[in-house]
DNA sequence: TTTTAATATTGCAATATTACGATGATATAA
DNA sequence: TTATATCATCGTAATATTGCAATATTAAAA
């Protein structure tokens, strides 16, 4: 199968599993670090900086802006962006919340 | 391929994203805060409450396993564990740095 | 307009994940 | 000892992910 039943869980447990998955490889991880070290915005030159072919960074992006995590601009030549903050911030809380409502009564 | 490329980043990243990854199914979101609310260990219920086949289950927990969120008894009949509450708080912490370390000088 | 540079899309191969039936192992109950 | 109940493992089918070469698109430069 290698579908997962989302229909079995709460819209706020698919969400959470949802960023987490985009969180899940250590290029995208490696990609939000590196936009934070930058002064300003990113342009150009991720593909050297982290050493994935093109192709692949341009996938690893999307797969970012897919949560809304990125800003900018992002057709034709010198796409420029950065992180978003307001969701940024939501995406913290949300995992704020997650590791801090957990009870540790036990064996 | 869909082999990631975990040589071309830190330590700290792969880990981070390994993690990630554990969190990347809403079923093992909800095996975590199943765990939690209950008031001891969970023994048994795991199979009805999440709603899927008993060895996909075991299957996910033995995934939250691999990367230390589990204490307890394993083995033989009437398993019963909880979670690794020096372990939650190591990740927790993790998440919490990778999280503020971000900076938002944007365009 | 033609070239050039930067990013996106397509198509594909390799591998990973998800799910479950069948079966195995283990421990308690009868 | 023989059920029975609980969890693990194996095998397998369906689907998803990762990565890149080839190619397309886009916008600015020449």
Known sequence: MGVTKTHMFTVRQNELAQVAKVLAHPARIAILEYISKQEGCICN???????????????????????GLLKGTFEGKNLCYCINEERWEELQQSFQVFFSNINFNCC
């Open 45 to 67: 030159d991720l593909v050297d900086v982290i050493g994935l072919a093109q192709p692949t960074i341009s996938q690893h992006l999307n797969e970012i802006k897919k949560i």
